[in-house]
């Protein structure tokens, strides 16, 4: 167990539909990290956040936003789903002063039909 | 910018043997970390390994250790003594050190699969 939950673990939706994925870091990291992994693309890191306030973005699309809260979990929101927005989510975290380590949740696998 | 190399997108290899999962890597960074990931069939992703890119010894954690050429531009994870649940996607990973938590880039994985 790496100590980083994701909820939900599956997630089937339709085209067009909204869905948000929940990450709880490891109590005590501030960094969380948000990436997508898809057959063709491989792991895309999406976004970062740090203590709150956005580090870092990657291939983001404009559809999808994220947010940490003051409790330091994230959300990842994903709008007007698209087929090929199917893929596994996961997120991960790391402690501030530390860059050996970054754990990952089991993932969000998103289905969209 | 960092990019990850992972050339062998197979690997076989019979129980009790040692393999080795190639990864080379191109930064431009000074400083930076290595890493290597297991992911099962199951989907998650599991931490192996770190080597900082001014670690004088080669990491080693239990069966895996990462063989680091730094001139070449390698970080080799080497598991020695396989076992039929080492079968799993294999990715290496780096991130530069120069400021703070930057995220991991990845490589495309390496298919490890242990024969009995």
């Known amino acids: 167990d790496s100590g980083v939950t994701q909820t939900p673990k599956h997630l089937i939706t339709a085209t067009g539909q909204r869905v948000t994925l929940r990450c709880s870091p490891r109590s005590g990291d501030l960094s969380v990290y948000w990436y997508q992994q898809s057959l063709d693309q491989g792991l895309q890191f999406l976004i970062q956040?740090?203590?709150?306030?956005?580090?870092a973005k990657g291939n983001i699309l404009e559809r999808f936003s994220a947010q940490q809260f003051p409790d330091l979990h994230s959300e990842l929101n994903l709008s007007s789903l698209e087929l090929g927005d199917s893929a596994l989510y996961f997120c991960a975290s790391s402690v501030a002063q530390m860059n050996t380590e970054a754990f990952f949740g089991q993932g969000t696998r998103l289905t969209v039909v | 910018a960092q990019k990850i190399t992972q050339t062998q997108p197979g690997m076989f290899v019979q129980e009790k043997e040692a393999v080795t999962l190639d990864c080379t890597y191109d930064t431009s960074d000074p400083s930076y970390g290595l890493f290597w990931y297991k992911q099962p069939s199951s989907g998650e992703m599991i931490f192996l390994i770190y080597q900082g890119s001014y670690d004088q010894q080669n990491a080693t954690e239990g069966r895996y250790s990462l063989n680091f050429q730094k001139a070449r531009k390698s970080a080799n994870l080497v598991i020695s003594a396989s076992q039929l649940g080492d079968s799993a996607m294999y990715f290496c990973a780096m991130r530069a050190l120069n400021s703070g938590n930057t995220p991991l880039v990845f490589g495309k994985g390496t298919r490890l699969s242990v024969i009995a």
């Open positions: 956040y740090y203590n709150g306030e956005e580090r």
